[in-house]
């Protein structure tokens, strides 16, 4: 699941890791109530990128409640600003880490 407001990098995203050798399946909200819907539908999701600031996110409660709302499914947060204060609670929160927006697609598909 690439839960992320920003339809472009959410596409590159998908589309990288849909292509060969990969091959993963993906499915995209643009906002937390969106995201609320996937977690609760019947898909079973193997990873959750999670953006911190796209429409309804509450910053860190809201990654929490997602993390919750998500269980046993591993979160990870794609943020444009992935400070060491960031990635701490992030972890401290249950998530995997943060993956910075400054990063290559190549290297967030390598991280997944």
Same mark, same amino acid.
């Given at each position: 699941?690439?839960?992320?407001?920003?339809?472009?990098?959410?596409?590159?995203?998908?589309?990288?890791?849909?292509?060969?050798?990969?091959?993963?399946?993906?499915?995209?909200?643009?906002?937390?109530?969106?995201?609320?819907?996937?977690?609760?539908?019947?898909?079973?999701?193997?990873?959750?990128?999670?953006?911190?600031?796209?429409?309804?996110?509450?910053?860190?409660? *809201?990654?929490?409640?997602?993390?919750?709302?998500?269980?046993?499914?591993?979160?990870?947060?794609?943020?444009?600003?992935?400070?060491?204060?960031?990635?701490?609670?992030?972890?401290?929160?249950?998530?995997?880490?943060?993956?910075?927006?400054?990063?290559?697609?190549?290297?967030?598909? *390598?991280?997944?």
């Amino acid at each position: 699941l690439i839960a992320d407001d920003h339809v472009l990098l959410a596409e590159a995203v998908a589309a990288a890791l849909q292509a060969p050798p990969r091959n993963f399946r993906t499915h995209l909200t643009a906002n937390l109530e969106e995201t609320y819907l996937a977690i609760k539908s019947e898909t079973h999701f193997d990873l959750i990128m999670l953006d911190l600031r796209m429409p309804g996110m509450l910053g860190l409660k *809201s990654v929490k409640e997602v993390i919750a709302a998500a269980a046993p499914t591993k979160v990870v947060l794609l943020s444009g600003n992935a400070d060491t204060t960031l990635v701490r609670a992030a972890v401290a929160a249950g998530g995997l880490g943060v993956v910075p927006k400054t990063h290559s697609l190549k290297a967030l598909v *390598s991280v997944v």
